[in-house]
T-cell receptor, first 112, second 116 residues
Framework: DGGITQSPKYLFRKEGQNVTLSCEQN?????MYWYRQDPGQGLRLIYY???????QKGDIAEGYSVSREKKESFPLTVTSAQKNPTAFYLC???????????FGPGTRLLVL | DQQVKQNSPSLSVQEGRISILNCDYT??????FLWYKKYPAEGPTFLIS?????DKNEDGRFTVFLNKSAKHLSLHIVPSQPGDSAVYFC???????????????FGQGTILTVHP
């Protein structure tokens, strides 16, 4: 059945380490998005991609990087430059000009 | 700069009564609004949306009202059920030149608790 999968569910990062969060969708959506959720805050947009091989910075892109080599995949790398990476990360996809986005189950990133 | 605000962090209602969740926005370019529901440790799920050309949209127990002049929208849940207990996010989108880029701006969320 169609949907968005994120892995892993929990991820631990050591100081100075880069980690990559996976996001895969089989909804055939063109657009994909990465958000970060912190306690008491809404979802903040990190990066988004409207089409394969193209992506744009969101509101809080510093310390993160993405790639979009395939339509169904949009991995997010949290680099060592991100000084406060502990958060709940959500991936979403949507179809073109339709604003409704469909979310994956999320990955919780913790720093050791 | 918080362009979408949900000023009530939490709301508690009795089962069977009405739940009213509020959302304010400041960006006059926003013309499409959505409500999402989120359970702990899960991704948000889409509930209902409304375009700025309407002032009301209804789907079963859920109704969204939009007051453009006040830049305010609200979600009504009638009757409320214990299973509605979750965090509710409102979100807004701005269309430019007739083409939506699908970018959403979210509010902080309101925790709804429905007591049996």
């Amino acid at each position: 059945d169609g949907g968005i999968t994120q892995s892993p569910k929990y991820l631990f990062r050591k100081e100075g380490q880069n980690v990559t969060l996976s996001c895969e969708q089989n909804l055939n959506h063109d657009a994909m998005y990465w958000y970060r959720q912190d306690p008491g805050q809404g979802l903040r947009l990190i990066y988004y991609s409207q089409i394969v091989n193209d992506f744009q910075k969101g509101d809080i892109a510093e310390g993160y990087s993405v790639s979009r080599e395939k339509k169904e995949s949009f991995p997010l790398t949290v680099t060592s430059a991100q000084k406060n990476p502990t958060a709940f990360y959500l991936c979403a996809s949507g179809q073109g000009a339709v604003e409704t986005q469909y979310f994956g189950p999320g990955t919780r990133l913790l720093v050791l | 700069d918080q362009q979408v605000k949900q000023n009530s962090p939490s709301l508690s209602v009795q089962e069977g009564r009405i739940s009213i969740l509020n959302c304010d926005y400041t960006n006059s370019m926003f013309d499409y609004f959505l409500w999402y529901k989120k359970y702990p440790a899960e991704g948000p799920t889409f509930l209902i949306s409304i375009s700025s050309i309407k002032d009301k949209n209804e789907d079963g127990r859920f109704t969204v009202f939009l007051n453009k002049s006040a830049k305010h929208l609200s979600l009504h849940i009638v009757p409320s059920q214990p299973g509605d207990s979750a965090v509710y996010f409102c979100a807004a989108s701005a269309r430019a030149g007739g083409t939506s880029y699908g970018k959403l701006t979210f509010g902080q969320g309101t925790i709804l608790t429905v007591h049996p």
